[in-house]
Every structure is written in C-alpha cells, then in structure tokens.
C-alpha cells in the first residue's frame, strides 16, 4: 500500500513538472518564420522559445523626439529606465549615453565624468570590441551658396574623452568619386524641410580583428565601416591615411539603403535592407549577410509573405552571441524579433507605450546586453 501510494505521489509529481516545462517551453514547440502582426491589446513580449533565443537583457533605444534607455527582461518586465538618451553598457560597469546633441559618459560609481557636445549626434553610436573606444556620427549645418547643409563627420573618443579619431565628410569630398562610387552625384538634397543632406551616414563600426585582414588590407581591425544610407552604400576609412580603401554597393537609388552595418570576426558583413525591389514599384525589407570575397550574399532573411517586413526608412540588426540576429523595426508599429540563422522566429516584442491610434509608438533600436553588463550599473543606479 505504501509502494503504491508512493508511486502514485511520484506520477503526479512527474505529471506537474512535465507541465510545467511544456507551459514555460510552449513556443518552443511553435515554427514560426515571420514577425506577426499584432493585435492593439498586444503589448510586451507575445512570443519566447527560450531554448533558441539569447539570454540577457533588452535594451530599448526609443524615439528621436524624446530618447531614452529603458531596460526590459526577456520576459518583458520593465526593469529600469535611465537617463539621456540611446546608452551601452561597458563591462567595467561605465557606460555612456548619447542624446541628439551631446556624448555623456558615466562612471562605475554612476557619476558623470566627462561630456561631448556636438550640433548634432546620431544616435547610432558605437563602443569598440575591446571597449576601448567610443564613435559617434556628429553633424554641423553650414549655409553654402543659400542652402543650410548638413555636413557629417565621424570621431572616436578614448574612455577618458579624449579625441582618438576625427574624419569629415567636407575634407574628403575628393574621395566621394565615381572611382569608389561609380553611381554617386554629390548633390544636397531636401531631407527634413530646414537643411539639406550632403551624405546620411547611419552607422559606423571599429573593424573588429576578423579572418580577412590578412589578405586584404582594407579589412585591418581597427579601420573604420561607415554605412550611408543616402546613397545605399557602405565603405571602409583606412584609421591611417582616412582615405576610402574599400566600398560596397546596396543600392542604386538616392534614399534606398541600409542600417547597422556590422562586420563579423568571420568576414561578412551583416546589414538591415530597407528597400528590396524597389524599381518595382514595391518593396520588401530584409536581413542579409554578404561575402565580401565572393561579392554575393551568404545568407538572407525576408518575411513570408515579405509585406509582414517592411520598413521605407529606420530598422537595426544586431547579431547576436549564439549565432542568431535581434531585428529592431516598425512594421506595425515599435517591435523586435530574434531570428536564428535557419530563419526561425525565436521572441518577439511589441513596444507598451501607445500612440492614440493604438498601435505601438516608434523605437529606433533595441539591443541585446548581457545581464553581467547591466546588473553592475543597476547595482550603482538604483541605490542612487
């Protein structure tokens, strides 16, 4: 009798824990190949494979008209919001906030410690791999022949603030040839109404040390990965000379470009495309990783069907440390999807705050941070 009802206790032990996981692992089970499209009482995360997707915390980059850094979990809880604007965390447990006109650099005691300020910074800024530097694309408007333009520059700070690296736009124009651009018309152009746009550079990476280096020199760490999404390309400024020594081609068409354009320690370039097919009179937007040895993509991923993907302007992708990809974008409104390299939707997020349409307001970028990062900057922040 006592066996028996051991037993019994057993199975329903069994019985509880299998469902359990089945509960917490039930999109596990669920094939999903594309970002759905969101009902207005969804919010937060509507899907989480926890076996596929990577662990850490979300850091949600929002809007340009009032930019700031809110930590979410995986899960979706809020966790904190700090101040400023579009942040990344150091493991050193610095960081550095970057707003739409300064640089504010933070201790590990949470203190400011040093500040850039510019006309203009866009937010898509950048922390080197070995954390030793910091870039910004910083922006001032001359007038010239009666237009207001933009001219854009890229600079790297040390950790202390110091200038590291300086590159303009306006003292390279002799490098803005049909020689590196066989398509390219140098020519301002109306971007916001009150300035006109020279260039409209929207990322910028350190080159990491990679397995191309070797064999081609343009691809040595260190040098710097610009992304124009103007002109839909992405070329490569040698940190020595700042002569362009390399240049890649999305786009034939003014405004029809990429974002966050990343090179992998393998060699291949890993970029967000807004406007696939667009000569057609329509579009699609995709996620594509490219050989620059054999000129050709290597991987590609697009909705199905491609109209639950698109986005004209905006958009990030960031790969990930397991190998998958974490998407920013505003189909249907602020969202992110993580996608393996098979093309398997792993989580997806739709931002909380809503617009008086009810659908979910704009974010510029949501990053994936490991929760070793944030927690010693939490640690400091919230006993402040």
Request: hydrophobic share 40%; with cysteine.
């Amino acid at each position: 009798m006592r066996f028996l009802r051991s037993t019994f206790l057993f199975v329903i032990y069994l019985l509880c824990f299998v469902g359990s996981v089945a509960i917490l692992y039930r999109d596990s089970f669920s094939v999903r190949k594309s970002p759905s499209v969101p009902r207005p009482s969804e919010s937060g995360v509507i899907f989480y494979d926890r076996w596929r997707a990577a662990d850490g915390y979300n850091v949600v980059n929002t809007s340009l008209e009032q930019p700031s850094c809110v930590v979410y979990s995986m899960r979706g809880d809020f966790v904190f919001r700090f101040p400023g604007g579009f942040c990344h965390f150091l493991s050193s447990g610095e960081f550095f906030t970057v707003s739409s006109n300064s640089l504010q650099f933070y201790n590990s005691s949470g203190r400011p410690e040093w500040k850039i300020q510019e006309e203009f910074i866009h937010q898509m800024s950048h922390l080197s791999a070995d954390e030793k530097e910091i870039f910004i694309i910083a922006g001032e408007t001359r007038l010239d022949r009666g237009k207001r333009i933009r001219y854009e520059s890229i600079q790297g700070y040390s950790l202390k603030g110091e200038k590291t690296f300086d590159w303009k736009v306006s003292d390279n124009m002799d490098d803005f040839t049909e020689a590196n651009f066989p398509f390219i018309q140098m020519r301002p152009t109306t971007a916001f109404g009150n300035f006109y746009h020279l260039t409209n550079i929207n990322s910028v990476q350190v080159i990491p040390p990679n397995v191309l280096e070797e064999d081609m020199p343009a691809f040595k760490s260190g040098n710097i990965l610009i992304n124009d999404f103007r002109f839909g390309v992405m070329f490569i400024v040698d940190r020595m000379t700042k002569k362009i020594v390399w240049s890649h081609q999305i786009s034939k068409k003014d405004w029809g470009g990429a974002q966050t354009a990343t090179l992998l320690p393998n060699g291949h370039l890993v970029y967000f495309l807004n406007q696939n097919e667009l000569e057609k009179g329509n579009f699609y937007s995709s996620l594509v990783e490219w050989d620059p040895v054999l000129n050709l993509p290597v991987w590609e991923y697009k909705a199905d069907p491609v109209e639950l993907f698109k986005m004209k302007t905006g958009g990030a992708v960031f790969p990930l440390s397991n190998g998958n990809k974490l998407v920013t974008h505003g189909t249907n409104g602020g969202a992110a999807f993580e996608v393996t390299p098979s093309g398997r939707v792993v989580w997806e997020w739709i931002y909380p705050v809503k617009n008086i349409q009810n659908q979910a307001e704009p974010v510029y970028q949501v990053q994936r941070v490991s929760k070793d990062k944030v927690d010693k900057v939490l640690k400091v922040w919230k006993f402040n």
